[in-house]
Each structure stands twice: as structure tokens, then as C-alpha cells.
């Protein structure tokens, strides 16, 4: 049976790409979407099985307002994937650098691509699309000269654009990390990471014993981001990912960071992934998912 995933954008596009990295065995049908909400209500209203949405990059930073997505859904982060992130600038063919006037993407693409884009400046117009594959689309199909997108060599490819420059982002080692979502666990074996949303009162030393918690049982911090709680003005709420050996263990810390702490809301207890090659989800285990829905 196939699995219906939302993206954010179409195919081709880095979302589509994500999925087709953590799902390389499994049939899947992609659920486009116009904007990171679509996807998580898609999600939400159970028109799809999953959804991928990027999280993180390490130019562009922290996605804030997909934190809160994950936060006010009713889903947990199931698993995470990377992609390297190259841009490329694409037209129609016979266009050159010199005919552009235009260029279109999604706005943290072009954030990805700001010190390049101002060497073209005053000349172009920087325009936000809703996603990098569709902007390119458009320019094929409604033939647009002196428009140029910025997107993925395979978007080009896909919608047979010109090149018109090679890896234009402003740190050459991009990254971008998408996580998974879902109601339903995948696969339970190999779990070592989990996503931690917390509130804190005011007082002095509340953060550090909560960090200090954590290395006491071994539970490694790999990120910690705050956020503004809503109608608290300059109370903030703290994003973290940890790491863990015992799985047991790390529900014993849980027990007690619930003391610790105002609020706690676990958002994903999943399997770490370092690398582009990443946590297979396999055919094997796609019985398994359709059991547990």
C-alpha cells in the first residue's frame, strides 16, 4: 500500500528529495502543498499518512515558525534526514545571466543565496515564491524571458531550464535538516534521540538544572533553542534535542524533568541521523506501519 506524504512544494523540489532519502524502497504519494500549515493540517485532518517539513538549516538557521507547527499539532517528529543544499540559478534555454531581470524562490532560498543575489542588485528584482520547484515550473510553462529561479540542479532538469550559475549559496556547505511526522511510529529499534519542548519558571538557576539533569544521567544536549510564549511577553519556552544509549533511562530522566520544570511536551522520540545515508525505511517495516495505524 502506498504512503501519502505532504511536502511543502512539488516534485522535485528539496522536499521531495528528503522523502525520497528516508523512504528509498517505499511506494509513496506525494501530497503537494503551498505552505508549511497545509502540510501539518493535511496531517492533522489524517489526509495523509505523513508529512516532511524542514526544521533547520545551517545558514539560514532555525525554521521558528516550524517549531511552533510541530508544537500545536497533534503528531510527533518520527524521524529526521539531511540533505546538502547546492543553488542553482535556471532559465528558460537561450537566456544568459545578462538577460535577467528577474529572480524568484522561496524566501529562505534566498536567504540561503543573499551575498550572490546583491552583486545583482539594483539590476534584478528579488521576488519570494511559495517553493523553489514551482517558481521554476511556472517560468517553463508560461515561458517567462528575463525571469531566472533559484532552486536544485534537478529542478532544472525536471522542467528543462538552462543553468545560468553553479552553487551559488553563500556557505558552499549547506545543509538542511527535514523531519518526519506522523501519528504512528515507524519502527521502534535503534531510537536514541528524542525532541523536548519546555517552559521554566523565573527563577534563578531553573535552565542550568535542567542542563545539569540531563548530564548527570548522560543525556547529551545537541541543540537548544528558545521561543516567545504567546500573550507572555519575555517568557520563553526551550526547544532541545538530546541523545541517549538507554531508552528506559531516558524515560526515567523524563519522570523527573517533570518536576523540574512547568510544562513538559515530548515532540518525537526517534533515531538519530549524522549522515546523507540515512535510517531506511524499508518495505520490510512498511507492514509494520500499516498495522499500527
Given amino acids: 500500500m502506498s504512503l501519502k506524504i505532504a511536502i511543502q512544494g512539488i516534485e522535485s523540489s528539496f522536499h521531495d528529495l528528503a522523502v525520497?532519502?528516508?523512504?528509498?524502497?517505499?511506494?509513496?504519494?506525494?501530497?503537494?502543498?503551498?505552505?508549511?500549515?497545509?502540510?501539518?493540517?493535511?496531517?492533522?485532518?489524517?489526509?495523509?499518512?505523513?508529512?516532511?517539513?524542514?526544521?533547520?538549516?545551517?545558514?539560514?538557521?532555525?525554521?521558528?515558525?516550524n517549531y511552533q507547527l510541530i508544537d500545536d499539532g497533534d503528531f510527533k517528529i518520527l524521524g529526521e534526514t539531511f540533505l546538502t543544499i547546492n543553488m542553482y540559478m535556471m532559465a528558460l534555454n537561450g537566456q544568459t545571466i545578462h538577460d535577467i531581470d528577474e529572480v524568484h524562490s522561496h524566501p529562505v532560498a534566498l536567504q540561503q543565496c543573499s551575498d550572490y543575489l546583491q552583486k545583482l542588485q539594483p539590476h534584478c528584482k528579488i521576488i519570494e515564491g511559495k517553493d523553489t520547484a514551482s517558481v521554476a515550473k511556472k517560468i517553463k510553462e508560461q515561458?517567462?524571458?528575463?525571469?531566472?529561479?533559484?532552486?536544485?540542479?534537478?529542478?532544472?532538469?525536471?522542467?528543462?531550464?538552462?543553468?545560468?550559475?553553479?552553487?551559488?549559496?553563500?556557505?558552499?556547505?549547506?545543509?538542511?535538516?527535514?523531519?518526519?511526522?506522523?501519528?504512528n511510529p515507524i519502527n521502534s529499534e535503534g531510537i536514541n534521540k528524542a525532541s523536548v519542548k519546555f517552559e521554566l519558571d523565573h527563577e534563578i538557576g531553573s535552565l542550568s538544572n535542567v542542563l545539569q539533569l540531563l548530564s548527570t544521567f548522560?543525556?547529551?544536549?545537541?541543540k537548544i533553542q528558545s521561543f516567545p510564549i504567546e500573550g507572555k511577553p519575555w517568557q520563553y519556552a526551550f526547544f532541545i534535542d538530546v541523545l541517549f544509549k538507554d531508552y528506559e533511562l531516558f524515560q526515567e530522566v523524563?519522570?523527573?524533568?517533570?518536576?523540574a520544570v512547568l510544562k513538559l511536551k515530548i515532540m518525537g522520540v526517534y533515531q538519530q541521523n549524522l549522515t546523507n545515508n540515512p535510517y531506511k525505511v524499508t518495505k520490510e517495516n512498511e507492514l509494520m506501519y500499516e498495522m499500527s495505524k
Fill in 20 to 65: 525520497q532519502q528516508f523512504f528509498p524502497e517505499m511506494d509513496i504519494t506525494l501530497v503537494p502543498c503551498s505552505s508549511f500549515k497545509q502540510v501539518t493540517s493535511a496531517l492533522e485532518q489524517k489526509k495523509v499518512d505523513m508529512g516532511v517539513i524542514a526544521i533547520e538549516n545551517t545558514i539560514a538557521g532555525s525554521i521558528l515558525p
Fill in 254 to 259: 523524563v519522570l523527573l524533568l517533570e518536576k
Fill in 143 to 183: 515561458g517567462l524571458k528575463n525571469v531566472a529561479a533559484i532552486a536544485g540542479k534537478q529542478v532544472a532538469e525536471k522542467f528543462g531550464l538552462t543553468i545560468l550559475d553553479r552553487k551559488i549559496q553563500t556557505i558552499k556547505e549547506n545543509k538542511t535538516r527535514f523531519v518526519i511526522l506522523g501519528n
Fill in 218 to 222: 548522560g543525556i547529551n544536549l545537541t
